[in-house]
């Protein structure tokens, strides 16, 4: 990073560290520009089995078009626990902590859900009756996910933090 030594005070990154090829090389960097006694705290995916917003969209792609395979990096999918601690001493830090946030997404529109996968997993390079296949089995399937006036599907994530 182009940052000098002990800049800062805090490094977040939310669901960036599983999507790079080195992230001991990123908690490496965030170690070098964090002053003495900064803190860090990246969050990654939980559980692929627990991404039940994910699940439901990537179900519904398997279902019309076939399986995909996505780019990630090699923290994508991990969810044990000690692999982090292990990741976040190597780079330097201590007193490390990792545990696992309940987070639901949350959105009165199933339309705006979908638009945002359209886009990151580019939907309209699929022939239109797909997409709308796709689309269709995705808003039919995510009725089971409504509460009251908002659709909330479960999508956890783990919290990584330590100090230096």
């Given at each position: 990073m182009p940052f000098g030594d002990g800049e800062f005070d805090a490094v977040v990154g939310n669901f960036v560290l599983h999507?790079?090829?080195d992230p001991k090389k990123a908690l490496k960097e965030a170690f070098r520009v964090l002053r003495s006694e900064g803190r860090?705290?990246?969050?990654?995916?939980?559980?692929l089995s627990k991404l039940?917003?994910?699940?439901l969209f990537f179900a519904a792609v398997e279902e019309h078009a076939g399986a995909a395979e996505l780019p990630h990096g090699p923290l994508f999918g991990v969810s044990d626990f000690t692999v982090f601690h292990e990741v976040a001493r190597d780079?330097?830090?201590r007193e490390s902590s990792v545990r696992e946030l309940q987070i639901a997404w949350r959105t009165q529109s199933i339309d705006s859900f979908l638009a945002a996968f359209r886009d990151w997993a580019n939907l309209e390079a699929f022939p239109s009756e797909v997409r709308r296949a796709i689309e269709d089995t995705v808003r039919d399937r995510a009725n089971a996910y409504r509460c009251g006036d908002v659709?909330?599907?479960p999508n956890p994530?783990?919290?990584?933090s330590a100090v230096k």
């Amino acid at each position: 990073m182009p940052f000098g030594d002990g800049e800062f005070d805090a490094v977040v990154g939310n669901f960036v560290l599983h999507h790079l090829g080195d992230p001991k090389k990123a908690l490496k960097e965030a170690f070098r520009v964090l002053r003495s006694e900064g803190r860090m705290g990246f969050t990654v995916w939980a559980d692929l089995s627990k991404l039940e917003a994910f699940g439901l969209f990537f179900a519904a792609v398997e279902e019309h078009a076939g399986a995909a395979e996505l780019p990630h990096g090699p923290l994508f999918g991990v969810s044990d626990f000690t692999v982090f601690h292990e990741v976040a001493r190597d780079a330097g830090f201590r007193e490390s902590s990792v545990r696992e946030l309940q987070i639901a997404w949350r959105t009165q529109s199933i339309d705006s859900f979908l638009a945002a996968f359209r886009d990151w997993a580019n939907l309209e390079a699929f022939p239109s009756e797909v997409r709308r296949a796709i689309e269709d089995t995705v808003r039919d399937r995510a009725n089971a996910y409504r509460c009251g006036d908002v659709f909330a599907m479960p999508n956890p994530a783990i919290l990584v933090s330590a100090v230096k």
